[in-house]
C-alpha cells in the first residue's frame, strides 16, 4: 500500500482488507457457530416441545372416543366392566400429561445448560 489515501481504489481495498480481517478472526468465527450452535439446540427443544403437544392432543382425542363409547356401552348395559375403559382413558391422558410436563422441563433445561457464547 502506497498510503495514498486519495485513491478511491487504494480506499476501496483497504476497506475490504479490513472487512475481512474483522469478520474472519477467531473471536468472531468461534462466536458465530457458538450461535448458531445454541440456535439449532433451541430450535430442537422446541420441536421436541411440539412434538409433545401433538401426543398430547392425540391421546386426548383417543382417550375421549373410547371414554365416550365406554359411557355408552355402561348406560345401555350396566356392565362394571365399562368403568375399567373410562378409568384407563383418564390415566392416559394424564400419562400424557406428565410426559408432556418432563418434555418440556427437560427441553428448558438442556437449553438453559447449552452455553450461548
Known amino acids: 500500500m502506497s498510503g495514498n489515501t486519495n485513491d478511491p481504489t487504494e480506499q476501496l481495498m483497504n476497506a475490504v482488507n479490513f472487512g475481512q480481517q474483522s469478520v474472519m ?12 450452535s445454541y440456535q439449532s439446540v433451541a430450535q430442537s427443544t422446541a420441536i ?27 348406560l345401555a348395559t350396566g356392565e362394571s366392566k365399562y368403568k375399567d375403559v373410562i378409568t384407563e382413558a383418564n390415566n392416559m391422558v394424564s400419562d400424557a400429561a406428565d410426559n408432556f410436563s418432563k418434555i ?5 433445561d438442556v437449553l438453559s445448560n447449552y452455553p450461548s457464547s
Open 104 to 108: 418440556g422441563k427437560d427441553a428448558a
Open 25 to 36: 478472526s477467531q473471536n468472531v468465527i468461534k462466536a458465530s457457530g457458538a450461535g448458531k
Open 48 to 74: 421436541a416441545v411440539q412434538d409433545a403437544a401433538d401426543n398430547l392432543r392425540n391421546v386426548s382425542i383417543m382417550s375421549t372416543t373410547a371414554a365416550g363409547v365406554a359411557m355408552a356401552q355402561l
